[in-house]
């Protein structure tokens, strides 16, 4: 939940429970994955806002600029 900023109270609505005590096995499992997959998705989004590099300028491309 840290890494994903996600909010404890968010949590345990989606489970449909008041606390942690209360979580099953199976209904932990399904949050843990919905966690990874929120997680997967802010890492992809993070990595598109990044700006590309910059292409150093190869030989070919000196050489189809007349140099």
Do not use: D, W
């Not at 989004?45 to 491309?61: C, F, G, R, W």
């Amino acid at each position: 939940m840290e890494q994903t900023k996600t909010e404890e109270e968010k949590v345990l609505s989606y489970a449909k429970i008041t606390n942690f005590a209360e979580l099953s096995h199976e209904t932990g499992q399904i949050v843990l994955r919905r966690l990874k997959t929120k997680q997967h998705l802010q890492m992809n989004e993070a990595q598109q806002a990044l700006p590309l590099p910059k292409q150093p300028n190869t030989p070919i491309q000196q050489a189809s600029m007349g140099m």
